[in-house]
T-cell receptor, first 107, second 115 residues
């Protein structure tokens, strides 16, 4: 079945540094969604990518969907302490989530 | 509050007991999903409904688990003969069906502890 892998599992940065997490699927995805989960919280939707090669930006966050629709990335520019949390990618209607990348930011 | 609600928020039970959780989705959402999440893992899909029809169920889901959405509104998830391995956060999410997938709105979850 479809498997979604994310790397790295953990990332620690100093505030102001950039951060990138990568998502890879074993099969072609019709779409990919990204969620953020704060410690003790529940996943919150960030964005959905549908088209091959699609790039979307939300302020300091840039999301990409690979040309083959099997990989995706999330890049955060100039991290802030409010970016702390775990970022998950997920594909399919009944979402198959990756294990997530846990981001910690030191002020 | 117009978000997804789940009850109870916490449940502690003894091994072998049955438990039932409830999820109330956002009112106009016709899709409802159940996930299970353990520490350090992403949410694991269990099952989902479109209106009252259960459209998909994880092959990994034990037959001790059953879910219903009798009137296409709230849903219940029952676990029979609980085991310690069932301890997890059970998340419910809802969405509106659109062409392709659409964003899911998650509830706060029910944390189950099986002693």
């Amino acid at each position: 079945g479809q498997q979604v892998m994310q790397i790295p599992q953990y990332q620690h940065v100093q505030e102001g540094e950039d951060f990138t997490t990568y998502c890879n699927s074993s099969t072609t995805l019709s779409n990919i969604q990204w969620y953020k989960q704060r410690p003790g919280g529940h996943p919150v939707f960030l964005i959905q990518l549908v088209k091959s090669g699609e790039v979307k930006k939300q302020k300091r966050l840039t999301f990409q969907f690979g040309e083959a629709k099997k990989n995706s990335s999330l890049h955060i520019t100039a991290t802030q302490t409010t970016d702390v949390g775990t970022y998950f990618c997920a594909g399919g209607t009944a979402l198959n989530f990756g294990k997530g990348t846990s981001l910690s930011v030191t002020p | 509050d117009t978000g997804v609600s789940q009850n109870p928020r916490h449940k502690i039970t003894k091994r072998g007991q049955n438990v039932t959780f409830r999820c109330d989705p956002i009112s106009e959402h016709n899709r409802l999903y159940w996930y299970r999440q353990t520490l350090g893992q992403g949410p694991e899909f269990l099952t989902y409904f479109q209106n009252e029809a259960q459209l998909e169920k994880s092959r990994l889901l034990s037959d001790r688990f059953s879910a219903e959405r009798p009137k296409g509104s709230f849903s219940t998830l029952e676990i029979q003969r609980t085991e310690q391995g069932d301890s997890a956060m059970y998340l419910c999410a809802s969405s509106i069906r659109r062409l392709g997938a659409s964003e899911q709105f998650f509830g706060p979850g029910t944390r189950l502890t099986v002693l």
